[in-house]
């Protein structure tokens, strides 16, 4: 559903030496699995995610999503991928002053489905998620953490066949993040939808299919043993 093949990409501010964001980084996420990339503040996951999704193009390496090259998309061509295709959370998400369904229903707006039948659709994920007392809270009124589940719903809305999320539980406590990762992990494995979620939780780590570790740009495969010693520390 998604394959990374030697990716790169380095941001170049002003006359600054280059900044080396991903550096060949190479994977494939099939239909039906849950990959996490575990990394440290400032390792290259939002890049990495962002390539994903077609937001920035790699200075070398192909990013193919569901057998397509997408770096050649034209900017419109890459929205409408993702309007249409992907489940995309970033990692900085703001809700509008609208109740929770409404805000959970937008990306299915975009897609020109009716507003009722968009809230028919996001409501039992919503409920899956833990929001089902809360579908008419304005936005304004919840907390960052049911602001992120709101989130995860639109995400999750329309049946994206690849799931892209930043940090989707940088905002719950413990419970709460193994509550909404099961529910993305058993979508996964109900649905077939594959999901490629970025985090420096090891605790989110530990319900992945697959953990990869990225670290200064670089992705390897992470060795059991690497997350027990990120969790005891
Ligand atoms: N827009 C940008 N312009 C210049 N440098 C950036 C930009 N975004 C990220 N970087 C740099 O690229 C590296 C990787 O950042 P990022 O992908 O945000 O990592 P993470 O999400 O793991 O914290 C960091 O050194 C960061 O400072
Ligand atoms: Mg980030």
């Given at each position: 559903?998604?394959?990374?093949?030697?990716?790169?990409?380095?941001?170049?501010?002003?006359?600054?030496?280059p900044?080396?964001?991903?550096?060949g980084?190479?994977?494939?996420?099939?239909?039906?699995?849950?990959?996490?990339?575990y990394?440290?503040s400032?390792?290259?996951?939002?890049?990495?995610?962002?390539?994903?999704?077609?937001?920035?193009a790699?200075?070398?390496?192909?990013?193919?999503?569901?057998?397509?090259?997408?770096?050649?998309?034209?900017?419109?061509?890459?929205?409408?991928?993702?309007?249409?295709?992907?489940g995309?959370?970033?990692?900085?998400t703001?809700?509008?002053?609208?109740?929770?369904?409404?805000n959970?229903a937008?990306?299915?707006?975009?897609?020109?489905?009716?507003?009722k039948?968009?809230?028919?659709?996001?409501?039992?994920?919503?409920?899956?998620?833990?929001?089902?007392?809360?579908?008419?809270?304005?936005?304004?009124?919840?907390?960052?953490?049911?602001?992120?589940?709101?989130m995860?719903?639109?995400?999750?809305?329309?049946?994206?066949?690849?799931l892209?999320?930043?940090?989707?539980?940088?905002?719950?406590?413990?419970?709460?993040s193994?509550?909404?990762?099961?529910?993305?992990?058993?979508?996964c494995?109900e649905?077939?939808?594959?999901?490629?979620?970025v985090?420096h939780?090891?605790?989110?780590?530990?319900?992945?299919?697959?953990?990869?570790?990225?670290?200064?740009?670089?992705?390897t495969d992470?060795?059991?043993?690497?997350?027990?010693?990120?969790?005891?520390?």
């Amino acid at each position: 559903m998604l394959k990374l093949e030697d990716v790169s990409l380095s941001y170049r501010v002003g006359g600054e030496e280059p900044v080396v964001a991903v550096e060949g980084a190479s994977t494939e996420i099939e239909s039906g699995e849950l990959v996490m990339v575990y990394g440290p503040s400032g390792s290259g996951k939002s890049t990495l995610l962002q390539l994903s999704a077609g937001l920035l193009a790699p200075d070398n390496g192909r990013v193919l999503v569901n057998g397509r090259d997408i770096s050649g998309l034209s900017p419109r061509e890459a929205a409408r991928m993702r309007l249409h295709e992907l489940g995309f959370l970033a990692a900085f998400t703001s809700v509008l002053p609208a109740p929770a369904i409404e805000n959970a229903a937008l990306k299915l707006i975009g897609r020109r489905v009716s507003w009722k039948q968009a809230e028919d659709q996001v409501r039992p994920l919503l409920e899956r998620l833990g929001m089902g007392e809360k579908l008419d809270r304005d936005g304004r009124h919840l907390s960052m953490g049911e602001r992120q589940r709101v989130m995860i719903a639109r995400a999750l809305s329309g049946k994206p066949k690849l799931l892209l999320a930043d940090e989707p539980t940088s905002n719950l406590d413990s419970r709460r993040s193994k509550e909404v990762l099961g529910v993305i992990r058993d979508l996964c494995h109900e649905t077939g939808l594959a999901a490629l979620l970025v985090t420096h939780d090891p605790q989110a780590a530990v319900i992945a299919d697959r953990v990869h570790v990225l670290r200064d740009g670089q992705l390897t495969d992470c060795e059991p043993h690497e997350l027990t010693v990120a969790l005891e520390g």
